[in-house]
């Protein structure tokens, strides 16, 4: 077996960034829980192709079709889940409590706590998917985000200048 300095620096970097993963998970409360981030199985997205237009601030704009109501959301492909306000969660009919409150995640204004819900269904321009992960934030949310719980069960989106194409 050879041994030299390049490789004992490639397997101290690959041992630092392990550890540096280890204690990141565990200062955010994820430890134990990395298999979440493999998701299960799920039906594939049903309905037909349609368009979201780009609006004049630049950003992709839809309204869903949320538990059977019109939900006024912007499309934010560096969202892992469909996040939600207070406001909206309340219309949709989610009642929530203080405890609810469970997790924390990460926005562009900081970490915020949040409560993890499943969506019946969500619908866009007439892709539909069902059982959808999302997450509830308690406040700093100005709008709805339409992220890649629902956007990754579609068979294909692809962005133009003009609009969003969303193929179930």
């Known amino acids: 077996m050879r ?14 960034s392990a550890l540096t993963t280890a204690w990141w998970m565990d200062q955010a409360g994820l430890r134990g829980r990395a298999h979440a981030a493999i ?3 799920s039906a594939p997205a049903t309905g037909r192709p349609g368009q979201v237009l780009k609006a004049a601030d630049g950003h992709y ?4 079709r949320i538990e059977g109501r019109a939900v006024r959301v912007m499309v934010d492909t560096g969202a892992s889940v469909v996040v939600l306000t207070p406001a909206d969660a309340a219309r949709l009919g989610l009642k929530l ?8 995640v990460v926005t562009a204004s900081g970490p915020v706590r949040a409560a993890p819900v499943e969506l019946s269904a969500v619908a866009v321009a007439g892709a539909r998917v069902a059982a959808v992960e999302a997450m509830v934030v308690e ?4 709008h709805s985000l339409l992220g890649m719980s629902y956007l990754g069960r579609l068979s294909s989106f692809s962005a133009t200048p003009a609009g969003l194409t969303l193929r179930p």
Do not use: I, Q, R, Y
């Open 3 to 16: 041994f030299d300095l390049s490789s004992a620096a490639v397997m101290a970097v690959a041992v630092a």
């Open 39 to 41: 998701p299960a199985v």
């Open 97 to 104: 409590t203080p405890g609810d409150f469970s997790g924390t």
């Open 61 to 64: 704009w839809a309204e869903a």
């Open 139 to 142: 406040h700093g949310l100005p």
